[in-house]
């Protein structure tokens, strides 16, 4: 179903509207279900509901071949391992108790290609007629091995590319040779179905900082030439005191207004050209006032939105354990606003105890997506920073454990595809 397409729905004498049946079996909207409905200046915009599975990240291990200037591992302490075909099969049992089927990510906090049997478990969720994507290093991306994942059905190969350039790439993504992941990149675009739009999609993922930023420009050009058709831009997330350093976002944390403010004008820009001629007046304007709006999107307001909740997304670790989120999936210490926070892992249940449909539909489960999706949370991220932003056992506002109000993601900051 094309979910972007023009759909027509009718009000009915008792004001009710009535919706096509594709897009009520699309989204899961059951009779009695309750759904958001935000007012916008442009109209209604209807939030998915929080009773809704639609899509599941799935970390088959958590062990990976690099070690990257960027990553989690760098600060956690946890026993690495893979996924075991007990716990695998289990997940499949319980995706088949869901229709539609919600679409599978193979990723997580670790290299999905290193686990042995990724091949099969990618063919396993297909054969329920699944939606399926996979992020990888690339580095483990043999000729051989881009055959049998594009037999078994993935729909789109995520590749993280952190660098342009041999020497921007090995800075970030130590332990890698760009070259080798550009060869193994080009032999899965050869592999793929010729036709007007080949298949899989070949998505790129960069984590932008200061070391790279400058890269990007020519990553977009290296991903069109490697048939890439999605870019992922997302900032980097400091997992050391050191990577406070690289972050290109301070300035747009302090900027945040946490409600619209009365006291400052409201100013509206439309798209325009950003060029040599306009770039330098308009950079002035945003950073004169944060009440600015740019083609219908405000630039200065707070998002307020978990990614997550938003796509009716659960994540599940290679252990088979359930937490709604990555962030969540597993405990670390980040920084946010150079300070140390300490994020302790949030698990509803483990998937090899109790069904996924049981997990997905536990009470404190499915108030938490409500609370979330409410997100009425402290401003952690863009406050200045207090003792309770440096975890999330609680915040000023009186919620528990977990709490979101300092997460990055909910604020547009960090994306993961």
Known sequence: MNVQSELQAQLDTEGRLALPSDLLAYFGLEPGVQVRVDKRSSGLHLRQPVTYLGKVYIEPTN???????????????????????????RIVEGLRAFSPPPAVFFGGFGEPL????????VAQVKALGASVELITNGTLLTEPLSRQLIKAGVDVL?????????ESYADVRLGAALPEVIDNIAHFQHARTSAYLPRPEIGI??????????????????????????????????????????VLYSRSLSDILYLPSPWLPQISLPKIDWDE??????????????????????????????????????????DGSLSPC????????????????????YVVGNVSERRLHE???????????????????????????????????????????????????????IQCP
């Open 158 to 166: 995520w590749v993280s590319l952190d660098g342009a350039t041999p």
């Open 205 to 246: 993922a960069f984590v932008a900082m200061k070391r790279n930023i400058a890269d990007l420009p020519a990553i977009l050009r290296l991903g069109g030439r490697l048939g890439a058709s999605r870019f992922m831009v997302s900032n980097v997330l400091p997992y050391t005191a050191e990577m406070c350093d690289e």
């Open 114 to 121: 290193a686990h042995p049997n990724i091949v099969e478990m």
């Open 359 to 413: 997990l997905w539909n536990e009470p404190a489960y499915f108030a938490f997506r409500e609370r979330v999706q409410k997100f009425d949370f402290a401003p952690c991220t863009f406050c200045g920073g207090c003792g309770l932003s440096e975890i999330n056992e609680e915040d000023c506002l009186g919620n528990t454990f977990p709490t979101c109000g300092g997460c990055l993601w909910a604020q547009g900051v």
């Open 277 to 318: 001629t306009t770039r330098e007046p308009l950079y002035r304007v945003m950073r004169s006032n944060r009440n600015v709006t740019l083609a219908g999107a405000n630039l200065g307001h707070a998002n307020n939105r978990c990614p997550f909740i938003e796509s009716s997304v659960t994540a599940i670790g290679w």
């Open 63 to 89: 062990a990976c071949n690099l070690e990257c200037r960027t990553c989690i591992r760098n600060v956690w302490d946890e026993p690495l391992g893979r996924m075991t075909g007990l716990t695998f099969a």
């Open 326 to 345: 990555l962030p969540l999936l597993h405990s670390h210490t980040s920084y946010l606003n150079e300070l140390e926070r300490f994020s302790r892992r």
